[in-house]
């Protein structure tokens, strides 16, 4: 079986992200990027499919040059390729531009299967992979927390959906499933690993040099950070006298002890 | 400006979700469609102030199925429609990014806001996990989601509509996906939706070593304990504990938050609290935007000497 995974690369979550200066992006400075967090459980189910079923786990990504890191992370952890899809105009691109982008790639290939994580913690769109389904003429399951395979032609895919909720759901391969995270415990990379990474193949292919019809649909007019509705208490001091002051809040404020 | 409004329909009832869009739409045109599958939500959409209400038949659409929800759409869609509105739900995720593809138009997902100022559209997104907010312009016809709770429902204008209905043809979709019935994994968990006081703990609680501080708080409060997601990711809780877009949406007295950084999808399921209360050690977390009592701080310490006060008096 032949799997792609998708993964993005995106600052830490704990970053303290800061607009530029009268310009609508954001400042790179101070940040620590690392693989986004769901696309990790993708590549570790991708991993798992492999391990019981056979077959290739091919990483893509679309990034600017820095972004092959997370290639090489997941290939450390026993991915057999990478694919880099490198954003060599520098520019940022809506979903669906990107989506045609990584298509016009993936399409050669024919994978099986492509997993992604189902949402990305820096834009946050949650669509590539079921924009990816369509462009590429695949099924597709989304939040997915559990896969079944039994046969070599359909796949089985528990859906998370809301309030506690799940359902079963079987797609014809090729499929194209987004990963919720919870589903493994995704995998360190062994030192082993990293060593054999370095032999591992990253097939680079330049944004420039692709036929991707790209039609900008959206104009970005702001990049800021929220403005604050709510009326805060900052509560302040030495831990004592925050207990004490929480404390009050409870019995008198708000009449809770 | 031309909107259609799509309206998601299940157990009996339409989504509480899809109104808010409706009133989203009402607010910015008088030029409003409401489209379902279903004739019971039919009937009661011809009640509001619309062009008009746009029922779609075919046995294949009975139930969610992405492939033939997409194809029915795609089949009615028209021009003339500057954006179609949709409820940011877990069904719309699974197969709005697919009718996208199909007619391209971008989809705008999890919009906070959405106005028309002179017949141009603009929308909010959140970004870096509810950081920032994008103000997009879209320069083409789109689709827009928008997130639980940012248009009120008793807005929603009253009045008489026609319903017009049209049988879809769907027998060229393909049949790839097949669904079963929704189950719920755990029988008789906890029901925190009701609960006046909730103690809820996030990633900033460090390790699994320091649950029992939150829940010694939980126990001196007569609290309910919840969570955030990655606290369930990592097995420190039960799923049945988490509070957010994938777990469940409670509204307590007192919603006392440790080291939740406050992702988007956390604050969908707990921004409705009557008061806030958050300790974090990020000053910049995007839970203290919508707290009432913020704590900057070391809940390992000061939750103790908390926990202390409370028992001493």
């Given amino acids: 079986m032949k799997i792609c995974v998708l993964v993005k690369q995106v600052p830490d979550k704990d970053s303290d992200i800061k607009v530029e200066n009268n310009e609508n992006k954001i400042s790179n400075q101070n940040l620590n990027f690392i693989t986004n967090d769901?696309?990790?459980?993708?590549?570790?189910?991708?991993?798992?499919?492999?391990?019981n079923h056979g077959g290739e786990v091919v990483i893509c990504t679309f990034g600017e040059e820095s972004a092959t890191q997370v290639i090489k992370d997941s290939l450390s952890k026993g991915a057999d390729r990478g694919i880099f899809i490198h954003n060599d105009l520098n520019k940022e691109f809506d979903i669906l531009n990107i989506s045609k982008i990584i298509k016009n790639v993936l399409e050669k290939e024919n994978f099986d299967l492509i997993l992604s994580g189902l949402q990305s913690d820096d834009i946050g769109n949650g669509q590539l992979g079921v924009l990816l389904a369509e462009h590429l003429n695949m099924s597709h399951g989304s939040l997915v927390m559990e896969t079944k395979m039994d046969s070599t032609e359909k796949i089985k895919v528990k859906r998370e959906l809301e309030n506690g909720w799940f359902q079963w759901a079987t797609l014809d391969l090729p499929a194209s499933i987004t990963i919720q995270s919870g589903i493994n415990k995704p995998r360190y990379a062994s030192l082993r690993g990293i060593m054999m990474m370095k032999r591992k193949t990253i097939d680079t292919v330049k944004l420039t040099e692709l036929n991707a019809a790209i039609d900008e649909q959206l104009t970005l007019k702001e990049l800021y950070a929220p403005i604050k509705s709510k009326k805060t208490e900052k509560i302040n001091g030495s831990s004592q006298e925050i207990a004490d002051r929480i404390f009050t809040i409870l019995k008198e404020d708000l009449m809770l002890l | 400006m031309k909107l259609l409004v799509f309206i998601q329909f299940e157990d009996g009832k339409i989504n509480r979700m899809s109104?808010?869009?409706l009133a989203c739409a009402q607010k910015y045109s008088t030029s409003?469609?409401?489209v379902t599958f279903y004739e019971k939500a039919a009937n009661e959409l011809k009640n509001y102030e619309l062009e008009e209400v746009l029922l779609l038949k075919n046995n294949n659409l009975n139930t969610y199925n992405p492939l033939f929800y997409t194809e029915a759409m795609h089949t009615i869609y028209k021009e003339d429609y500057k954006a179609l509105l949709f409820a940011h739900t877990y069904e719309t995720r699974d197969w709005v990014p697919r009718l996208s593809a199909r007619l391209n138009v971008p989809f705008l997902s999890d919009c906070i806001d959405f106005k028309v100022t002179n017949e141009l559209a603009e929308v909010t997104r959140q970004t870096y996990q509810g950081k920032l907010n994008n103000n997009l312009v879209p320069k083409t016809n789109f689709l827009c989601s928008i997130q639980s709770g940012c248009f009120k429902i008793d807005t929603l204008k009253n009045g008489t509509s026609v319903i017009n209905s049209t049988d879809i043809d769907l027998n060229n979709v393909p049949n790839t996906i097949s669904t079963e019935e929704k189950f719920k994994d755990q029988?008789?968990?906890?029901?925190?939706?009701?609960?006046?006081?909730?103690?809820?703990?996030?990633?900033?609680?460090?390790?699994?070593?320091?649950?029992?501080?939150?829940q010694e708080l939980k126990e001196v409060l007569n609290a309910e304990l919840g969570s955030s997601r990655p606290i369930v990711d990592y097995g420190w809780l039960p799923h049945d504990r988490q509070i957010g877009s994938s777990g469940q949406v409670v509204s307590p007295k007192l919603y006392f938050s440790l080291g939740v950084s406050g992702a988007i999808q956390h604050q969908v399921g707990m921004k409705g609290s009557d008061n806030i209360m958050a300790i974090?050690?990020?000053?910049?977390?995007?839970?203290?935007?919508?707290?009432?009592?913020?704590?900057?701080?070391?809940?390992?310490?000061?939750?103790?000497?908390?926990?202390?006060?409370i028992k001493e008096n």
């Avoid at chain 2, 050690?281 to 006060?309: C, M, S």
């Fill in chain 2, 19 to 21: 109104l808010e869009a």
């Fill in chain 2, 187 to 214: 029988k008789g968990g906890v029901d925190l939706t009701a609960a006046e006081l909730i103690v809820s703990v996030g990633r900033g609680i460090g390790k699994e070593e320091n649950i029992p501080i939150a």
């Fill in chain 2, 280 to 309: 974090n050690k990020d000053e910049n977390a995007p839970i203290f935007e919508i707290a009432d009592y913020a704590i900057v701080g070391d809940l390992l310490e000061i939750v103790p000497a908390l926990i202390k006060k």
């Fill in chain 1, 38 to 51: 769901s696309d990790n459980y993708a590549v570790e189910e991708a991993l798992l499919l492999k391990e």
């Fill in chain 2, 32 to 34: 409003v469609t409401a």
